[in-house]
């Protein structure tokens, strides 16, 4: 009930916010960036702070003078994790205040329905680290673009890691690996990377789909106390987590096993569990809880001195907080560079954007500017390449906070690359669709 009433009153704040905000803004030229949250519903605790993250870092851009000079709006809408109500919130947002910049879903059901939509609407889908992990291919996927990161990135690193720990790939033939996984297209989109690997280097997999929402869990558990696996990797999302976290401590599998992938391991999901937890591992598509980063210090002080935050100031710098910063400035920046081809200081709209989320070149000494120095590497994007960087580390529950336990770690492109045409090439092939000619970049 608290979590609960803590997302609705955020939920209002929020509303009263963006009420404040478009209409200040209603007479001028603004950039439009539409919100599909998902402040109810089982994701809640979860994606709260992403979007708070994100209206924050869209005020902090207002603060520093716009995107030169043009002024981004920001206005929500609740989708509750559910795929019909996410293209409701499209149609109902993608023509208004000039027209939507680029649609973050947070969502991989939502994604999947949207990308049947947007090529006809000229309207950019930003899936940082989720949705269709074969839309980094931009030479049949127009007009989606998986920034710094996808499923099949994160499924790959995580096993680098887990075979380093084992003293290489060749260890891990004959281990068994359990996978608890979201039984969604969210969930099931880890599978080809997971069975790629299983492939090369010989190791069992043992599946283990969870029906949404995901709190019914002990014959999963059940299951895992019987066969313990060597290593359980979790695909989950919202109460999803801490449920199976929690059903692991009550059977006693060992915390230092388990790891979750880009969206299972941030602090609601732990904080619950406590010290119970510790050595719970996740990967993260660079960027981890970053509370003394130069680009939140800059939000304390500009957003949230003016009391102008959007959610509880202590959130700030999370892990999911973070996301929605990183997602807000992928945003941003893919407009600005749009700005550069067609027209400094103005609005650009929603296809202008396209080129510049294709053309981004956000250099080491560009993200430090930003304020992201020691939370984002270089991203870098193309006509061919829509993810522009592959880098990921691991984190660890220490029984309070997440700290990082992993180098660098980089997907393997020959690996990846054929996975992501091969999928890509069966899309266009199912939906007729042509590849990009040259002449088309």
Known sequence: MK??????????????????????????????????????????????????????????????????????????????????????????????????????????????????KVPADKIPLITSGYGRSDSADGGVFKWNFPLIGTYWVAGDTLLQHIAKKEGGFDKLKGKKIAVVYHDSPFGKELLPIIEERRKMHGFEVQLLPVPAPGVEQKAIWLQVRQQRPDYVIMQTWGIMTPTAIKEAVATGYPREKMYGTWWSGAEPDLKDVGAAAKGYNAVMMQHGAEPQSPVVQEIVQKVYGPGQGTGPKEEVGTVLYMRGVVG??????????????????????????????????????????????????????????????????????????????????QADEQIIKPMVKASADKYAAEKKIERRPASDC
């Open 3 to 116: 979590l609960k009433s803590i997302a609705c009153a955020a939920a209002l704040a929020a509303a009263g916010l963006s009420a404040l905000s478009t209409g200040a803004l209603a007479q001028e030229r603004v950039q439009f960036f539409p919100s599909l949250t998902g402040r109810t519903g089982p994701v809640a605790p979860n994606a709260t702070p992403f979007a708070n993250g994100y209206a924050d870092y869209l005020k902090l851009v207002n603060v520093r003078g716009g995107i030169n000079g043009v002024k981004t709006l920001v206005e929500e809408c609740e989708t509750a994790y559910a795929t019909d109500r996410g293209v409701e919130c499209y149609e109902r947002l993608k023509g208004k205040h000039g027209g939507a910049t680029v649609f973050q879903p947070l969502s991989t059901g939502i994604t999947f329905a949207l990308t049947e």
């Open 328 to 409: 807000a400035m992928l945003a941003v920046e893919g407009a600005r560079a749009a700005q550069e081809r067609f027209g400094k200081g103005k609005p650009v709209t929603g296809e202008q954007a396209r080129w510049g989320y294709e053309n981004l070149n956000l250099t080491q000494a560009k993200l430090d500017a930003l304020g992201f120095k020691g939370v984002l590497r270089p991203v870098s994007t193309s006509c061919a390449d829509h993810m522009g960087s592959a880098w990921t580390r691991i984190h660890t529950w220490d029984g309070s906070k997440f700290a990082w336990s992993s180098d660098w770690l």
